[in-house]
T-cell receptor
Framework: RKEVEQDPGPFNVPEGATVAFNCTYS??????FFWYRQDCRKEPKLLMS???SGNEDGRFTAQLNRASQYISLLIRDSKLSDSATYLCVYWSGGYQKVTFGTGTKLQVIP | SQTIHQWPATLVQPVGSPLSLECTVE??????LYWYRQAAGRGLQLLFY??????ISSEVPQNLSASRPQDRQFILSSKKLLLSDSGFYLC?????????FGQGTRLTVV
């Protein structure tokens, strides 16, 4: 089983729609979780951390389900500028590496 | 504040030529360092990561090697490039939790 699994998409959604991505991870010792955003031909950048209780940042909501070992990202009222690849990331603590998923591509359509 | 420098931004190299990509980090000590490759339209593939000077972990067998001669310097090398080495190469660092990326090197092997 891969360390991190994401549906590669693409998810094609109209402007204003709500879209959700899930990501499953295999390492139950994972401590910290993040969502990154990667624009075309650019480096990935941190979008938001994911906290156990769930957290919001404007139109974005991230949730963690440790029992089922997945995290999710919900985007409400999608904008054209949300078009990007969204990468699921976790860190297992100490000197362990940060592990990236391969990303889910989102295309918001006018 | 921490910064990461990666160069060059673009590179065109003939098949069989050597490669050296350099990455340096400022403003932090003893970071984890990573080299990723992203083929066109594909996800991030972790090539190497390092938890300290001279300590390199290779994630996939390949035509490339990495070295960490100093705490904040990470070098990706090849003795003879293959066509399949073309891609977007990203260096990243982390000190626990999140990882931060350089702006990447777009390598085209011709």
């Amino acid at each position: 089983r891969k360390e991190v699994e994401q549906d590669p998409g693409p998810f094609n959604v109209p402007e204003g729609a709500t879209v959700a991505f899930n990501c499953t991870y295999s390492n139950s010792a994972s401590q910290s979780f993040f969502w990154y955003r990667q624009d075309c031909r650019k480096e990935p950048k941190l979008l938001m951390s994911v906290y156990s209780s769930g957290n919001e940042d404007g139109r974005f909501t991230a949730q963690l389900n440790r029992a089922s070992q997945y995290i999710s990202l919900l985007i409400r009222d999608s904008k054209l500028s949300d078009s990007a690849t969204y990468l699921c990331v976790y860190w297992s603590g100490g000197y362990q590496k940060v592990t990236f998923g391969t990303g889910t591509k989102l295309q918001v359509i006018p | 504040s921490q910064t990461i420098h990666q160069w060059p931004a673009t590179l065109v190299q003939p098949v069989g030529s050597p490669l050296s990509l350099e990455c340096t980090v400022e403003g932090t000590s003893n970071p984890n360092l990573y080299w990723y490759r992203q083929a066109a339209g594909r996800g991030l593939q972790l090539l190497f990561y390092s938890v300290g000077i001279g300590q390199i972990s290779s994630e996939v067998p390949q035509n490339l090697s990495a070295s960490r001669p100093q705490d904040r310097q990470f070098i990706l090398s090849s003795k003879k490039l293959l066509l399949s080495d073309s891609g977007f190469y990203l260096c990243a660092w982390s000190v626990q939790r999140e990882a931060f990326f350089g702006q990447g090197t777009r390598l085209t092997v011709v």
